[in-house]
């Protein structure tokens, strides 16, 4: 039998002025993007960390600390990968995630094939492993004011 894994990543962006909107590895044209210390992919850091809570190797900001100028504006899409070596090297392999965004604006809907496709590349997985869902928080909190984005990630890793 094989050992099997869940984590849970949660992760949350202020929105900002004069910043590109990056989210699941994708640029998404929209007034303003996401205030983070990398390019602020709030998508991508929910599932590192789900991905490293499940292989019990801690947290994005442990690996990838926003105290490093290494990371000072990374593309979140090389954190992405080094998380799934980080999880591989420690004998476990990826197998299937279900991601939710929560944001009023803009609308995700029509993005969410691209990013299915750019983060299964970037993970070296199956296309259909990748679930992302895009929602409202039906204009409550910080969310409903459209002050920034939350991302949700649950993940199931598998020892080899």
């Known amino acids: 039998m094989k050992a099997i894994r869940i984590g849970f990543g949660y992760d949350v962006h202020a929105f900002a002025n004069e910043r590109e909107l990056w989210l699941g590895g994708i640029k998404i044209k929209h007034t303003v993007g996401l205030l983070g210390h990398s390019d602020a992919d709030v998508l991508i850091h929910a599932l590192?960390?789900?991905l490293l809570g499940a292989a019990n190797l801690r947290d994005i900001g442990y690996h990838f600390p926003d105290?490093?100028?290494i990371f000072k504006n990374i593309d979140s899409k090389i954190l992405l990968r080094d998380t799934m070596k980080l999880i591989r090297d420690k004998g476990y392999?990826?197998?299937?995630a279900d991601c939710t965004v929560c944001a009023e604006e803009p609308k995700l809907n029509p993005h969410i094939p691209l990013m299915q496709v750019c983060l299964s590349e970037v993970m070296a997985v199956d296309l259909d492993s990748i679930s992302i869902k895009a929602t409202t928080s039906e204009r409550m909190g910080f969310v409903g004011r459209k002050e920034g984005i939350a991302?949700?990630?649950s993940v199931l890793i598998f020892k080899q």
Do not use: L, P, V
């Not at 392999?93 to 299937?96: L, R, S, V």
């Open 48 to 50: 590192c960390d789900a």
């Open 67 to 69: 105290t490093s100028k």
């Open 93 to 96: 392999e990826f197998g299937n």
């Open 151 to 153: 991302a949700y990630a």
